[in-house]
Nanobody
Framework: QVHLVESGGGLVQPGGSLGLSCEAS????????MGWYRQAPGKQRELVAR???????NYADSVKGRFTISGDNSNNTVHLQMSSLKPEDTAVYYC?????????????WGQGTQVTVSS
């Protein structure tokens, strides 16, 4: 049973910084990809940033240059460092991990952590 533990999040002023971390336990294999999605009220869940086991990184256009994702697939952990935060970054952030097992991807979600950017 894969279990994701998220940490970080909270309230920060515009222009501030915040970090989110996620650890996936219960898997016998390293992740194929691991990253963060977010969902603001009334909006669909969207990709924020993703790190793959091969070391590549994907970012939403809205966070490029402000957010940095790093990961360690030997420990199945990922960290998202967010800087120059804007009010529009306010959302519930969800950790996602995907494992490639026998040619199929198996995905799991964390419970979500609130990030609020407000003065």
């Amino acid at each position: 049973q894969v279990h994701l533990v998220e940490s970080g999040g909270g309230l920060v002023q515009p222009g501030g910084s915040l970090g989110l971390s996620c650890e996936a336990s219960g898997s016998t294999v390293s992740f194929y990809s691991m990253g963060w999605y977010r969902q603001a009220p009334g909006k669909q869940r969207e990709l924020v940033a993703r790190f793959t086991g091969g070391g590549s990184r994907n970012y939403a256009d809205s966070v490029k240059g402000r957010f940095t994702i790093s990961g360690d697939n030997s420990n199945n952990t990922v960290h998202l460092q967010m800087s120059s935060l804007k009010p529009e970054d306010t959302a519930v952030y969800y950790c996602n991990v995907a494992f490639l097992i026998r040619g199929q991807l198996h995905g799991y979600w964390g419970q979500g952590t609130q990030v609020t950017v407000s003065s």
